[in-house]
């Protein structure tokens, strides 16, 4: 079989998240499924770095596909970018050892979130940040972030239905900068659970606007009650920026 890789972008606003839904087709997932089995003449299943939630968007998914047929890397390309919707995007198209695999080689991941901090609206990123109209203080949200370093159990920070799968991540890095008006997280680690991203965010802005002090949130983690953290940042300011192998 030939293995190939992909980085692609979307804009996840009007999708119910990556992964192929048996009963929608309004999937990133589902979408790209459909262009490449037309072109193999195949059935084609693709198998993302990670799973993004429903009108969360991507920067550099990885995924990979393999076809028995063997195509060049640039006609896959251009077939995909000709026939998929036009907020989907296919970067790069390469081929790769067949027993490389997006999900399980992926070593860690950096996702980013985009608040836009002003008393007013921004018209022309509505859709692609949330909106935070007090003032957040950046000292005390820098002073939470260096809480959630290190690996912990984030049961208290996932949605996820399920807790027979280990429920500890480690977090590498969080980084907040301040620009034009936005505040960016950006969040590296070895993985995520079921809304982490957001729930942690969502903490930081309850830190930021002094709702909670940065010192409850060890408490929190150790609680591993899901009813402690904050409010949920909207999808629409996530991104899934990079992943490495």
């Given at each position: 079989m030939?293995?190939?890789k992909m980085t692609i972008?979307?804009?996840?606003?009007?999708?119910?998240?990556?992964?192929?839904?048996?009963?929608?087709?309004?999937?990133?997932?589902?979408k790209i499924e459909n262009v490449?089995?037309?072109?193999?003449?195949?059935t084609v299943e693709i198998i993302g770095s990670g799973r993004t939630d429903a009108g969360v968007h991507a920067l550099a998914q990885i995924a990979n596909f393999k076809i028995s047929e063997g195509k060049n890397e640039s006609e896959i390309m251009e077939y995909?970018?000709?026939?998929?919707?036009?907020?989907?995007?296919?970067?790069?198209?390469?081929?790769?050892?067949?027993?490389?695999?997006?999900?399980?080689n992926a070593k860690d991941k950096t996702y980013l979130y985009k608040i836009w901090n002003e008393q007013y609206t921004n018209p022309?990123?509505?859709?692609?940040?949330m909106h935070?109209?007090?003032?957040l203080d950046i000292t005390k949200m820098e002073t939470a972030c260096q809480y959630f370093i290190g690996k912990h159990d984030f049961t208290a920070f996932s949605n996820a239905k399920s807790k027979k799968k280990s429920m500890v991540r480690e977090?590498?890095?969080?980084?907040?900068?301040?620009?034009?008006?936005?505040?960016?997280?950006?969040?590296?680690g070895n993985g995520f659970l079921y809304n982490m991203v957001r729930k942690m965010v969502g903490t930081l802005i309850e830190v930021g606007l002094g709702e909670i002090e940065a010192e409850s949130i060890p408490g929190?983690?150790?609680?591993?009650?899901?009813?402690?953290?904050?409010?949920?940042?909207y999808a629409e300011g996530l991104y899934l920026e990079k992943v490495d192998f």
């Amino acid at each position: 079989m030939n293995n190939y890789k992909m980085t692609i972008q979307y804009d996840g606003g009007r999708y119910k998240g990556w992964q192929r839904l048996g009963t929608s087709d309004d999937t990133i997932q589902g979408k790209i499924e459909n262009v490449l089995t037309e072109l193999a003449g195949e059935t084609v299943e693709i198998i993302g770095s990670g799973r993004t939630d429903a009108g969360v968007h991507a920067l550099a998914q990885i995924a990979n596909f393999k076809i028995s047929e063997g195509k060049n890397e640039s006609e896959i390309m251009e077939y995909l970018n000709r026939y998929l919707p036009q907020d989907i995007s296919v970067v790069e198209v390469i081929s790769v050892p067949e027993r490389f695999h997006a999900r399980y080689n992926a070593k860690d991941k950096t996702y980013l979130y985009k608040i836009w901090n002003e008393q007013y609206t921004n018209p022309f990123m509505r859709k692609y940040s949330m909106h935070v109209d007090q003032k957040l203080d950046i000292t005390k949200m820098e002073t939470a972030c260096q809480y959630f370093i290190g690996k912990h159990d984030f049961t208290a920070f996932s949605n996820a239905k399920s807790k027979k799968k280990s429920m500890v991540r480690e977090i590498y890095t969080i980084d907040i900068e301040e620009n034009a008006g936005f505040i960016e997280i950006r969040v590296q680690g070895n993985g995520f659970l079921y809304n982490m991203v957001r729930k942690m965010v969502g903490t930081l802005i309850e830190v930021g606007l002094g709702e909670i002090e940065a010192e409850s949130i060890p408490g929190i983690l150790e609680s591993k009650e899901r009813v402690q953290t904050g409010r949920m940042a909207y999808a629409e300011g996530l991104y899934l920026e990079k992943v490495d192998f």
